[in-house]
C-alpha cells in the first residue's frame, strides 16, 4: 500500500535548522503539512527537469530525503512561505546527495507560483546563508540544459557554466556560483538586490543617477 499523507515530522528531527527571512518569505524546515503542495509539483510536468513527474511512492520517498538530508549533511532544502499568508510557494537550499560531485544550490517553485521573483529572492538568501554563516568556499547549480528558466534564474545570480566541471550523471550542465569573496559588495550583488526590490515594489527606483 502506497502512503499518501505525511504523518506529523517529530520536532527532534527538526531542531536546529535556522529559519532564514527575507521582504517577503520566511525559509523554514519541510514539515508535515507542506508535503500536499510538493506531492502535486512532483507529480506533475513542473517537475520534469528534477526527475519528475513522479508517482505517489517516489514523491513520499524524496520528501522523506529532502527532510533526512538536513540530519545526514547538516544543511538541506527549506520550505518557501510568503511572509503575509504563511503558505509555501516553493523550495530553496542546499543538496549533496550520495555520488553528487560537489554541493548544489537549489530551487523549485510551485507551477502556479511562478514569475513573481520568489526564486530569486529565496535563492540569494539561501546562498547569502551557506557563504557567510556556513562557511561555503562556493557551489554549483546541476542544470538540464532544456531548463531555460533555471539556467536564466542561474545566471541572474552571477552563476556560469563550468564545461569541465564534473557533471551528476553526464546530462546536465554544471552552473558555477561566484564564490563569496568575488559576490560580496560587488555591483553583481546591488543588481540582485534591486531586481528583486523590483518585484517588491514595480515603482521601485533606485537612488542616484545613472553614470552612462
Same mark, same amino acid.
Given at each position: 500500500?502506497?502512503?499518501?499523507?505525511?504523518?506529523?515530522?517529530? &520536532? &527532534?528531527?527538526?531542531? +536546529?535548522?535556522?529559519?532564514?527571512?527575507?521582504?517577503?518569505?520566511?525559509?523554514?524546515?519541510?514539515?508535515?503539512?507542506? /508535503?500536499?503542495?510538493?506531492? %502535486?509539483?512532483?507529480?506533475?510536468? !513542473?517537475? !520534469?527537469?528534477?526527475?519528475?513527474?513522479?508517482?505517489?511512492?517516489?514523491?513520499?520517498?524524496? /520528501?522523506?530525503?529532502?527532510?533526512?538530508?538536513?540530519?545526514? *549533511? +547538516?544543511?538541506?532544502?527549506?520550505?518557501?512561505?510568503?511572509?503575509?499568508?504563511g503558505e509555501t510557494v516553493?523550495?530553496?537550499?542546499?543538496w549533496f546527495p550520495a555520488?553528487?560531485?560537489? *554541493?548544489?544550490?537549489?530551487?523549485?517553485?510551485?507551477? #502556479? *507560483?511562478?514569475?513573481?521573483?520568489? %526564486?530569486?529572492?529565496?535563492?540569494?538568501?539561501? *546562498?547569502?546563508?551557506? /557563504?557567510? =554563516? &556556513?562557511?561555503?568556499?562556493?557551489?554549483?547549480?546541476?542544470?538540464?540544459?532544456?531548463?531555460?528558466?533555471?539556467?536564466?534564474?542561474?545566471?541572474?545570480?552571477?552563476?556560469?557554466? #563550468?564545461?569541465? %566541471?564534473?557533471?551528476?550523471?553526464?546530462?546536465?550542465?554544471?552552473?558555477?556560483?561566484?564564490?563569496?569573496?568575488?559576490?560580496?559588495?560587488?555591483?553583481?550583488?546591488?543588481?540582485?538586490?534591486? =531586481?528583486? %526590490?523590483?518585484?517588491? #515594489?514595480?515603482?521601485?527606483?533606485?537612488?542616484g543617477w545613472a553614470v552612462?
Amino acid at each position: 500500500m502506497q502512503p499518501q499523507t505525511a504523518s506529523a515530522v517529530p &520536532a &527532534a528531527v527538526l531542531q +536546529g535548522i535556522p529559519e532564514l527571512e527575507t521582504a517577503r518569505l520566511v525559509l523554514r524546515a519541510p514539515k508535515s503539512e507542506d /508535503y500536499p503542495d510538493f506531492k %502535486a509539483t512532483f507529480a506533475s510536468y !513542473r517537475s !520534469r527537469f528534477m526527475g519528475g513527474p513522479l508517482n505517489a511512492y517516489e514523491t513520499w520517498m524524496l /520528501y522523506a530525503a529532502e527532510i533526512g538530508h538536513w540530519q545526514i *549533511r +547538516g544543511f538541506g532544502m527549506w520550505m518557501i512561505h510568503l511572509r503575509e499568508t504563511g503558505e509555501t510557494v516553493g523550495m530553496a537550499g542546499g543538496w549533496f546527495p550520495a555520488k553528487w560531485p560537489e *554541493r548544489e544550490i537549489a530551487w523549485i517553485i510551485w507551477p #502556479d *507560483r511562478g514569475g513573481k521573483g520568489y %526564486a530569486l529572492e529565496a535563492t540569494q538568501r539561501v *546562498r547569502r546563508y551557506f /557563504y557567510d =554563516e &556556513a562557511g561555503w568556499e562556493g557551489a554549483v547549480s546541476y542544470i538540464d540544459p532544456k531548463n531555460l528558466d533555471s539556467i536564466r534564474l542561474a545566471e541572474r545570480l552571477g552563476a556560469l557554466k #563550468d564545461p569541465a %566541471a564534473a557533471t551528476v550523471d553526464g546530462s546536465d550542465a554544471v552552473y558555477r556560483h561566484p564564490a563569496p569573496e568575488a559576490l560580496r559588495g560587488s555591483q553583481l550583488a546591488h543588481g540582485i538586490d534591486m =531586481e528583486i %526590490a523590483n518585484y517588491i #515594489d514595480p515603482l521601485f527606483k533606485p537612488k542616484g543617477w545613472a553614470v552612462d
